[in-house]
């Protein structure tokens, strides 16, 4: 007998099967709470980790969302992502404000299937891989994705919003570690 699908789960299943892609959900004994934790659980390098990061600003209407998916090497450089989305108060959403307008607990928030409408903002370093791992509405669940498709899905505005190195690249791009070196896991 099949066992249930999680609630949270199905809700990313169903916001994907909206756009006619379906998903493979991979579930783990283990958490995959952080990127470190999902990149251990699916045998990739931490930049394949799509982390799925919740911010707020105050709006006329009550506080605005934006959901920015950045490479789990990389961090999110408030004032870029405030600048993109045209939102000057933008700051990181609480664990409480994140649960409550997305529906899901933080370490499980994928990029699609929130509870109320979301701006998505994806930086373009996720493009540069093959596929990519995303939570998938649980901290212990995940799904792989081509980055085009994932763009797709979370309807997402693709914009450099990671943290800048000193050499002008990104934390997790190639152009920021030595040659032949894989991503640092920080």
């Known amino acids: 007998m099949p066992s249930a699908v999680h609630p949270a789960h199905q809700r990313v299943l169903d916001a994907a099967g909206r756009k006619a892609v379906s998903l493979e959900i ?6 995959t709470h952080t990127a470190e934790e999902a990149a251990r659980a699916v045998g990739a390098e931490l930049g394949r980790i799509v982390k799925s ?28 992502l405030a600048a993109v989305v045209g939102l000057p108060g933008l700051r ?8 409550e307008s997305t529906g899901f607990v933080i370490g499980g928030i994928p990029p699609i299937g ?11 370093d996720l493009g540069r891989f093959p596929s990519v791992w995303a939570a998938a509405g649980t901290p212990d669940a995940v799904f792989e994705v081509p980055p085009g498709t994932l763009r797709v899905l979370a309807n997402a505005t693709v ?20 040659a032949g070196t894989a991503p640092a896991e920080t």
């Open 159 to 178: 914009a450099p919003i990671a943290v800048e190195r000193h050499d002008g690249s990104t934390a997790g791009s190639a152009a920021a570690r030595p």
């Open 53 to 80: 990061l919740v911010f707020v600003a105050p709006g006329e209407a009550g506080p605005e969302l934006v959901v920015a998916l950045v490479s789990g090497a990389d961090r999110v450089d408030v004032g870029r």
């Open 114 to 124: 929130h509870r109320r409408p979301v701006r998505v903002v994806m930086d373009p």
């Open 26 to 31: 991979v579930v783990f004994d283990q958490s």
């Open 92 to 99: 990181r959403a609480t664990a409480q404000e994140a649960h």
